[in-house]
């Protein structure tokens, strides 16, 4: 009776609701006011990333704008996800900080939004990039990330965040060279920005980054800290909304083909900027939805928020 009765109860469940793919699903996004977009609610997001400058506690007008999105983050019941990074994104520009510097000014970065009810934190945004200081310095990446577990104690940390580029695997290797092997053993979690596999409809960046990590730390975890449809960058992508739809198809995709080892997808972004540079929102400027929206919130269905 009873195999019979649970056998009833399978057969009544949606289509798919037993294969769920467990990816936890956030948005990232740098605007508040995307918490309150009924289109937004309608995903039932729970999980949203923000990125934050290093020295945001020395800026009035910066913290008071991430005090606005976490305080929305948390009235809409969305966990926050704070990401350090540089402040000022021009290449090759940004001064890279000393560790007392980190410690000092982070610290009291990280202390200040604890408060607030943030336990996610990211050591450094895009790492390899060369817009961020970290680029050429997997060692002192290394020493955050050692600083940010004393100063966060209880803490989901993203240890190194890197993006999917030409020697990405040469800086992950360098990051672990510098890192002590105590540190290994703990359930690390890498950050990816997996932007040219998702907008390319590959997977050899992702799967090099996975392999490089794993060869280190086998219990680390992955969050696709930064992902999504190129609507328009450069001249690779010209602006294309559809095209941009399509990709953030493959994105879920590429999710759940690597579903053993990764955690967390945050798509970047909800806020469009009407083709004028980077774009991948899901909406327009003005809040309408583009079609990379509707291809979202059908494929969201089938992971985990």
């Known amino acids: ?31 508040a006011g995307m918490f309150t977009h009924p289109d937004f609610k309608r995903l039932k997001i729970r999980k949203a990333r923000f990125f934050i400058r290093w020295d945001a506690m020395k800026y009035p007008g910066v913290r008071h704008g991430a005090e606005e999105w976490v305080r929305a983050a948390r009235r809409a019941h969305v966990r926050p ?19 007392k510097r980190y410690r000092r000014d982070v610290g009291r970065l990280v202390r200040h939004f604890r408060k607030m009810g943030v336990r996610d934190w990211g050591v450094w945004n895009e790492a390899n990039h060369k817009s961020q200081p970290t680029w050429r310095s997997p060692k002192r990446a290394a020493q955050y990330y050692r600083i940010m577990r004393s100063v966060c104690r209880g803490c989901t940390i993203v240890a190194l965040d890197v993006l999917d580029q030409r020697g990405v695997e040469r800086y992950v290797r360098r990051w672990f060279s510098a890192l002590p092997r105590s540190y290994r053993r703990s359930k690390l979690r890498i950050g990816i920005h997996n932007y040219s596999d998702t907008n390319r409809k590959r997977s050899r960046g992702t799967r090099s980054i996975i392999r490089t990590v794993r060869s280190r730390a086998h219990r680390a975890r992955f969050w696709l800290t930064e992902t999504g449809g190129v609507v328009n960058f450069g001249r690779s992508f010209p602006c294309n909304e559809r095209r941009a739809a399509s990709r953030l198809s493959y994105m879920f995709r590429l999710a759940k083909r690597f579903d053993r080892y990764v955690e967390r997808l945050y798509a970047y972004n909800w806020t469009g900027a009407d083709c004028n540079g980077f774009d991948a929102g899901l909406t327009r400027s003005n809040g309408s939805l583009r079609p990379g929206y509707f291809t979202f919130r059908s494929r969201i269905r089938t992971f985990i928020r």
């Open 1 to 31: 009776m009873t195999a019979v009765l649970v056998l009833v109860l399978a057969l009544a469940l949606p289509a798919g609701a037993s294969a769920r793919t467990k990816v936890a699903v956030g948005i990232g996004d740098q605007q």
């Open 81 to 99: 996800f704070l990401h350090i990074s540089t402040d000022n994104l021009a290449h090759k520009k940004a001064k890279l900080l000393s560790t």
